[in-house]
């Protein structure tokens, strides 16, 4: 008798790269944020994180192109996970309500795919102001060690002086920490790694770890702005 093949695109299989996506881009995030932190420090110290990074040269290319591949399957993979329920939803004709455990629906389960998509566009503005530079600064250089590099403390500090950044920035990150509230013990439980006796523990892991993270990153614009660090 032939056996069960396994298919990534089946919904098993969309839920368990959703999962394993997820947590990579966790560590992604952690990583982020401690390197960022560097921003408290000062502009040599900053500066300093920023070129150590860019003077991994090919290596550093490497792992762009992992992580928007990462980014790229995540979204992907999670709008699939999310197409299956809306059309399963659909076809049952079910009201939508609070099921409590397992499924344990809450606003940010509820609202990940808004999140979701929110923080994906936020990347590409991201991405494009602070490493490309494209509303300027992309020309800031400074010396570090006597080596010439790229200002990139000069640029942040700089945006952060204007009010609009710095509330687009916290609204975005208050996101983020709802997306990570739901995400980070929901990518256990696709993996299969939730056993039901730590559940409870597991839902104040995630609400602990998503609001260390957004709160690290949701001070950074507001220190920058309120001591006009230059
Ligand atoms: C206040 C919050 C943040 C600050 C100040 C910040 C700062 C920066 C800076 C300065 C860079 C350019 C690094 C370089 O070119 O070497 C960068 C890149 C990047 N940031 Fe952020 N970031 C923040 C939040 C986030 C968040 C929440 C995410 C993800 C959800 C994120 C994802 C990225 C990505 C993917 C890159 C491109 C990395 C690369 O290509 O090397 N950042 N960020």
């Known amino acids: 008798m032939a056996s069960p093949r396994f298919h990534l695109w089946s919904s098993v299989g969309k839920k368990l790269l959703t999962g394993i996506t997820g947590l990579a881009l966790m560590g992604?995030?952690?990583?982020?944020?401690?390197?960022?932190?560097?921003?408290?420090?000062?502009?040599?110290?900053?500066?300093?994180?920023?070129?150590?990074?860019?003077?991994?040269?090919?290596?550093?290319?490497?792992?762009?192109?992992?992580?928007?591949?990462?980014?790229?399957?995540?979204?992907?993979?999670?709008?699939?996970?999310?197409?299956?329920?809306?059309?399963?939803?659909?076809?049952?004709?079910?009201?939508?309500?609070?099921?409590?455990?397992?499924?344990?629906?809450?606003?940010?389960?509820?609202?990940?795919?808004?999140?979701?998509?929110?923080?994906?566009?936020?990347?590409?503005?991201?991405?494009?102001?602070?490493?490309?530079?494209?509303?300027?600064?992309?020309?800031?250089?400074?010396?570090?060690?006597?080596?010439?590099?790229?200002?990139?403390?000069r640029l942040v500090a700089e945006t952060f002086q204007n009010p609009a950044w710095v509330v687009l920035y916290m609204s975005v990150m208050a996101l983020l920490g709802f997306h990570l509230r739901h995400g980070f013990w929901s990518a256990f439980q696709s993996i299969g790694l939730l056993d039901p006796r730590i559940r409870p523990v597991a839902y104040s892991a995630s609400a602990i770890f998503a609001v260390v993270v957004a709160l690290g990153f949701f001070v950074m614009p507001l220190y920058l702005f309120a001591t006009g660090a230059s």
């Open 28 to 153: 992604f995030i952690v990583t982020h944020l401690l390197g960022n932190l560097n921003l408290f420090v000062g502009s040599e110290a900053f500066n300093r994180y920023t070129a150590a990074l860019h003077a991994l040269g090919g290596l550093l290319y490497v792992a762009e192109a992992g992580l928007v591949a990462l980014f790229a399957l995540h979204a992907i993979s999670a709008i699939g996970v999310w197409r299956s329920k809306s059309a399963a939803r659909s076809v049952q004709n079910t009201v939508v309500a609070s099921k409590g455990a397992p499924s344990r629906q809450s606003l940010s389960s509820r609202t990940m795919i808004v999140t979701g998509s929110v923080l994906l566009a936020f990347l590409v503005l991201h991405v494009a102001q602070f490493k490309y530079g494209v509303f300027g600064g992309a020309e800031y250089t400074t010396t570090v060690d006597g080596e010439e590099v790229r200002d990139l403390f």
